[in-house]
């Protein structure tokens, strides 16, 4: 690939990361910390919807990290190799988490949903799990084409 390509990765991985950090810092944590301050018996509700949104926040920093050093790779033509897959494998696992964490913050937002008569939020909940589990499955076959393309490399360096 050209090289333009790679910065502008780089670039959109860069802010994707600052975007991360930002939600965290500036939005999640406040929330917690104004709910705890204005609530005299603490809500469970808004705690654990803010305690898994920051948790969700740090697997998208985890496999925006990952996914720069897979493109690092990329750029020195050194993707197709074991080592890769260790990369990979912790996408692959920052997005499992992250599907578990969906269930878990469909949990309470479900029971809000009920008590305030808003059948979307449970709609909602339903597509973003379908959505995780999806890019989940899709990173599990690009695995698989990575260890074949790796093998398929290997097997021509030998012969050649």
């Known amino acids: ?33 104004q709910t705890i301050s204005r609530e005299r018996d603490i809500v469970p509700v808004p705690i654990a919807v803010t305690v898994i949104g920051g948790i969700l926040v740090l697997c998208l920093g985890t496999t925006l990290v990952a996914t720069w050093q897979l493109v690092a790779r990329a750029e020195r033509r050194a993707l197709f190799a074991t080592t890769s897959l260790r990369w990979l494998d912790l996408i692959i696992g920052s997005v499992a988490v992250a599907a578990l964490l969906v269930v878990a913050a469909s949990v309470p937002l479900t029971r809000l949903a009920l008590t305030d008569d808003a059948p979307g939020m449970i709609a909602l909940c339903g597509i973003v799990f379908a959505a995780t589990l999806g890019a989940g499955l899709i990173l599990l076959v690009m695995r698989g084409a990575l260890i074949d393309a790796t093998r398929l490399q290997g097997a021509q360096t030998l012969e050649a």
């Open 1 to 33: 690939m050209r090289l333009w390509i790679y910065a502008a990765l780089r670039i959109v991985i860069a802010v994707g990361l600052g975007g991360a950090l930002l939600a965290l810092f500036v939005l999640l944590f406040p929330t917690l910390a």
